[in-house]
């Protein structure tokens, strides 16, 4: 009996020889790829979304993660005292009602004069998207995120909507969050129930929240606070966005 020479290592003899299996595609720089594309989408899906939802900062969440847990009673606009956004635009941010969620001369003036990112380019819009969606601490990059995410929100939400959003989300001591939560702390009373002094003070506390305290401030803040009450008085046209149904 003839046997056929057989070179298919073990096959048998005029049976098909089964293709050699493809390698493996590495798949984590495709994975890598997606979640950032996840993370790039998430704010503009979340911008729509917190139309309606109230929404919790990138502190808020860290707090919770790392089991501090933080302190905040989300409350509307129509239950914060007007003296407060009012202060907010005054001591914070001029130009809010006008701009489109960039003050761009203020940026422009304030990068050529320190060489670099700084509070006084933010406005309450960018400070808003950096608390929502960035992290904290000054540099190129965040800022770059945070610009066209500004002009996004500010097309998205009304500027209503961003100030309410922003006053429930600003940080106002370790784990404390929201004007509520600061009046209650604070001044032992709730948001609608704010003076015009006292809205200062809390404006006056923003740039340092973890430093500074509303209720016990230091010679310079005081002063701030003072500055931030006389505007305030005197705001006229500047927050007409606020208030006007």
């Not at 005029?14 to 798949?27: K, L, S």
């Not at 909507?161 to 032992?188: C, D, H, S, V």
Request: glycine share 6%; hydrophobic share 40%.
């Amino acid at each position: 009996m003839t046997v056929e020479a057989d070179d298919s290592y073990g096959a048998v003899a005029g049976e098909e020889v089964p293709a050699a299996p493809a390698p493996r595609r590495r798949r984590w720089p495709r994975r890598l790829f997606r979640l950032a594309v996840a993370l790039a989408l998430a704010p503009l899906v979340l911008t729509v979304v917190y139309w309606l939802v109230p929404p919790v900062s990138t502190l808020m969440l860290a707090d919770l993660v790392t089991g501090r847990g933080y302190t905040r009673d989300w409350v509307s606009f129509d239950e914060i005292s007007p003296q407060l956004p009012m202060a907010v635009v005054m001591g914070e941010d001029g130009k809010f009602c006008s701009h489109g969620g960039v003050d761009w001369d203020s940026l422009g003036a304030v990068l050529s004069r320190s060489g670099g990112p700084n509070r006084g380019a933010s406005t309450v819009t960018m400070q808003t998207v950096k608390n929502l969606y960035l992290w904290n601490g000054r540099s190129y990059l965040r800022k770059a995120m945070e610009i066209p995410l500004a002009l996004y929100v500010d097309l998205v939400w009304s500027k209503r909507r961003t100030m309410e959003i922003y006053l429930n989300i600003a940080e106002w001591g370790p784990n404390l969050y929201g004007a509520e939560a600061a009046a209650q702390k604070y001044f032992k009373k709730p948001a609608a129930k704010l003076t015009r002094h006292e809205a200062a003070l809390l404006v006056s506390a923003l740039p340092n929240p973890i430093e500074r305290n509303p209720a016990k401030p230091g010679k310079y803040q005081a002063r701030y606070a003072r500055t931030v009450e006389r505007r305030t008085a005197q705001a006229g046209a500047y927050v007409d966005c606020l208030f006007d149904r």
